[in-house]
């Protein structure tokens, strides 16, 4: 134990000295937690509208000045040919492109019919969804609301017995920064434990001192228990510090218990520690840990469902996602912060957790040897 105690000085003298070692543990979360919740989101906050106004009635002002009373339609143009809204749509100036057609007012007059014409830039196919289906709900309202006006007919109202109250649980204001921010930190365990391990046992080699070590009688658990706790430590402190930002500046509502979710937090920190361990003993050089653990890392937070679903993808890729450390991870902060789940809810992935985390780490004891 004292051997242990030694070698655990040693290394927090180590990584206390290095320059490049003190920014990753304290500027990393605060910069992935400050920049990233904020840029990484689906929400339509602004869509730049482009009016092709071909009828100048009063019917088409009308219809322009509902989608300007909402308050994330943005209508900077107003022009007179559909070409040129086409143009904006290719040069990314606007979002949509409404084309309101000659006549349109005198063909609801005589015909009870009019058409119109909705151009969505689908480049994003999630924005472009959400585009129509907000203008389509504008429309449709303003539809209703012209049969009513020009048939004198009462627009309708459910019937007084019925009434339907919304609420959403786990997320009531719908606040994607509050979805956002549990997965975010999920990436930063992982990245702060997997490169940080890895990358300190290279630099010993690079150094030179990792043959002093392998001279001494240390043994090999105490050496790879020594290199693992002093990132284990650490990984679970930016987890710390990355909730009291979330707190503190996104107003996030922890609802689960915080002992519970350091709990998994550790045995998933065993996993990643070993694998960031394991791509180590496998490289040279410190730029070929950070090449290696880049490629298992895009893999990881792709697959691990921080922007999309999971059950969305190919069955295959779920099958796949299974051996994906980040992807129980993911829902264990989701639902362990969000939903305030406990253990027996989150037992599959404290399980799976196990598991990946044994084998991992046995493939870094196995692969390592003192004789590197």
Same mark, same amino acid.
């Given at each position: 134990?004292?051997?242990?105690?030694?070698?655990?000085?040693?290394?927090?003298?180590? &990584?206390?000295?290095?320059?490049?070692?003190?920014?990753?543990?304290?500027?990393?979360?605060?910069?992935?937690?400050?920049?990233? =919740?904020?840029?990484?989101?689906?929400?339509?906050?602004?869509?730049?509208?482009?009016?092709?106004?071909?009828?100048? $009635?009063?019917? $088409?002002?009308?219809?322009?000045?509902?989608?300007?009373?909402?308050?994330?339609?943005? &209508?900077?143009?107003?022009?007179?040919?559909?070409?040129?809204?086409?143009?904006?749509?290719?040069?990314?100036?606007?979002?949509? =492109?409404?084309?309101?057609?000659?006549?349109?007012?005198?063909?609801?007059?005589?015909?009870?019919?009019?058409?119109?014409?909705?151009?969505?830039?689908?480049?994003?196919?999630?924005?472009?969804?959400?585009?129509?289906?907000?203008?389509?709900?504008?429309?449709?309202?303003?539809?209703?609301?012209?049969?009513?006006?020009?048939?004198?007919?009462?627009?309708?109202?459910?019937?007084?017995?019925?009434?339907?109250?919304?609420?959403?649980?786990?997320?009531?204001?719908?606040?994607?920064?509050?979805?956002?921010?549990?997965?975010?930190?999920?990436?930063?365990?992982?990245?702060?434990?997997?490169?940080?391990?890895?990358?300190?046992?290279?630099?010993?080699?690079?150094?030179?001192? /990792?043959?002093?070590?392998?001279? @001494?009688?240390?043994?090999?658990?105490?050496?790879?228990?020594?290199?693992?706790?002093?990132?284990?430590?650490?990984?679970?402190?930016?987890?710390?510090?990355?909730?009291?930002?979330?707190?503190?500046?996104?107003?996030?509502?922890?609802?689960?218990?915080?002992?519970?979710?350091?709990?998994?937090?550790?045995?998933?920190?065993?996993?990643?520690?070993?694998?960031?361990?394991? /791509?180590?003993?496998?490289?040279?050089?410190?730029?070929?840990?950070?090449?290696? $653990?880049?490629?298992?890392?895009?893999?990881?937070?792709?697959?691990?469902?921080?922007? @999309?679903?999971?059950?969305?993808?190919?069955?295959?890729?779920? @099958?796949?996602?299974?051996?994906?450390?980040?992807?129980?991870?993911?829902?264990?902060?989701?639902?362990?912060?969000?939903?305030?789940?406990?253990?027996?809810?989150?037992?599959?992935?404290?399980?799976?957790?196990?598991?990946?985390?044994?084998?991992?780490?046995?493939?870094?004891?196995?692969?390592?040897?003192? @004789?590197?």
């Amino acid at each position: 134990m004292k051997t242990i105690l030694y070698i655990l000085q040693k290394e927090f003298r180590q &990584i206390f000295r290095n320059r490049t070692m003190l920014p990753m543990i304290f500027g990393v979360p605060l910069l992935q937690m400050l920049v990233l =919740v904020f840029a990484a989101t689906f929400d339509m906050k602004k869509i730049d509208l482009t009016v092709v106004d071909k009828d100048l $009635s009063e019917t $088409s002002r009308e219809l322009i000045a509902k989608f300007d009373a909402i308050p994330f339609y943005h &209508i900077e143009f107003a022009v007179r040919d559909e070409s040129i809204g086409e143009e904006m749509l290719l040069s990314d100036d606007a979002d949509a =492109v409404l084309v309101i057609p000659q006549n349109m007012e005198r063909n609801l007059v005589r015909n009870d019919e009019a058409r119109i014409q909705l151009l969505v830039n689908a480049i994003d196919g999630n924005s472009a969804q959400l585009i129509y289906a907000y203008s389509a709900q504008i429309l449709g309202n303003f539809n209703k609301h012209l049969i009513a006006e020009w048939k004198r007919i009462p627009e309708f109202t459910p019937p007084a017995q019925v009434n339907i109250s919304e609420s959403y649980w786990y997320n009531s204001e719908l606040e994607y920064k509050w979805y956002m921010a549990p997965g975010i930190l999920a990436i930063l365990v992982t990245l702060i434990g997997m490169f940080l391990s890895g990358m300190n046992l290279v630099r010993e080699k690079e150094i030179g001192t /990792i043959e002093q070590l392998n001279v @001494t009688p240390v043994k090999k658990y105490q050496f790879i228990i020594a290199k693992l706790v002093p990132f284990w430590l650490i990984a679970l402190f930016d987890l710390a510090f990355g909730l009291f930002i979330a707190w503190i500046v996104f107003d996030l509502p922890i609802v689960g218990n915080l002992l519970l979710l350091f709990g998994f937090a550790s045995i998933y920190l065993l996993g990643v520690l070993g694998l960031g361990l394991f /791509i180590s003993t496998v490289s040279d050089t410190q730029q070929q840990v950070m090449f290696i $653990s880049f490629f298992f890392l895009m893999i990881f937070i792709l697959m691990g469902g921080i922007f @999309t679903p999971v059950e969305s993808m190919p069955h295959w890729a779920q @099958t796949i996602d299974r051996l994906n450390p980040i992807y129980y991870f993911m829902k264990i902060m989701r639902n362990l912060v969000l939903k305030g789940s406990g253990f027996f809810d989150l037992l599959e992935e404290f399980i799976s957790l196990l598991v990946l985390g044994t084998v991992f780490l046995s493939l870094a004891i196995w692969r390592y040897r003192k @004789t590197n």
